[in-house]
């Protein structure tokens, strides 16, 4: 028990120690960055949020996409952070935009894109097609 507790402070301890140099920016490889961060609030049904980094990947061509648990992410180099900001969100309507900004400050809106579904709720289904939606009118600097 002794030696498995040992162990773990070990671990734990060596763990600790390199949090701050990651959080300070340590150089990642370049095939774990993503050039794309993703910010859309938690709250929202996972299924869009996974639709919607789905589209922007392929807006991007292809480009990793990355979803951040701020709206303030920092940004590095060619980085770019898009957030997703609902207007309405309820069972039969679902309203919103997408905005970039890049680590100079530089950034753009895209229009606000609605959808609202009258005989049924908005499913899985929707949810998708309104991400696929948001991202067609939407212009990233790459």
């Known amino acids: ?4 507790s040992t162990l773990i402070g070990t671990t734990a301890t060596t763990l600790l120690a390199a949090l701050p140099f990651s959080l300070l920016g340590a150089p990642q490889d ?6 794309i961060l993703l910010y859309s609030d938690p ?7 996974e639709a919607l980094g789905s589209a922007l990947s392929q807006l991007a061509k292809g480009e990793k996409v990355l979803s951040v648990p701020m709206q303030d992410a920092p940004l590095d180099g060619g980085q770019i952070l898009v957030r997703y900001s609902s207007t309405t ?3 039969t309507v679902i ?3 997408l905005s970039w900004e890049d680590a ?3 950034g753009a809106t895209g229009p606000t894109i609605g ?6 709720e908005i499913g899985d289904d929707l949810l998708r097609d309104f991400a696929a939606d948001l991202t067609q009118n939407f212009d990233l600097p790459l």
Not at 1 to 4: C, D, F, S, V
Not at 43 to 49: G, S
Request: proline share 3%; net charge positive; hydrophobic share 45%.
């Open 95 to 97: 309203s919103g935009f």
């Open 115 to 120: 959808l609202s579904a009258m005989d049924r």
């Open 104 to 106: 100079t400050g530089h």
């Open 30 to 35: 370049s095939a774990d960055r993503a050039a």
């Open 1 to 4: 028990m002794r030696l498995a």
């Open 89 to 91: 969100f309820n069972s």
């Open 43 to 49: 709250a929202l049904p996972t299924v869009f949020r």
